[in-house]
């Protein structure tokens, strides 16, 4: 379950990991908490007070998915700006998957 809170609360980011964070995995992406193995009736009337929407259909590798980091991820390096809007290509020698011939 990805909880999207109203905004980011520190107190209710607390609250959730104080009520679960000891027997659920629990992840945490600005206003986002990702619960593993819990229903939204688990959830306290404090914690449900702070909610803004809850997405029950997540998927397994929550943490890599759009609805728990729906911002693209964008790296400044040196030289260049790679993810966002910004077009990169990256290519190079891969010698591991070339089989041997000898």
């Given amino acids: 379950m990805i909880i999207v809170l109203?905004?980011?609360d520190p107190a209710v980011i607390s609250e959730l990991k104080q009520h679960f964070g000891d027997t659920h995995?629990?992840?945490?992406?600005?206003?986002?908490v990702a619960l593993?193995?819990?229903?939204?009736?688990?959830?306290?009337?404090?914690?449900k007070a702070a909610v803004k929407e809850i997405i029950t259909d997540e998927p397994?590798?929550?943490?890599?998915?759009?609805e728990f980091h729906?911002?693209?991820?964008?790296?400044?390096?040196k030289h260049s700006v790679i993810g966002g809007d910004n077009?990169?290509?990256?290519?190079?020698?891969?010698?591991?998957?070339h089989?041997?011939?000898s």
């Fill in 6 to 8: 109203t905004k980011e």
């Fill in 25 to 32: 995995d629990l992840f945490v992406h600005n206003n986002r």
């Fill in 36 to 47: 593993q193995g819990v229903t939204p009736e688990d959830l306290s009337a404090s914690e």
């Fill in 60 to 66: 397994k590798a929550v943490q890599g998915s759009r």
């Fill in 70 to 77: 729906p911002e693209d991820t964008v790296i400044q390096t």
């Fill in 87 to 97: 077009f990169s290509l990256m290519a190079g020698h891969a010698p591991l998957n």
């Fill in 99 to 101: 089989r041997n011939t």
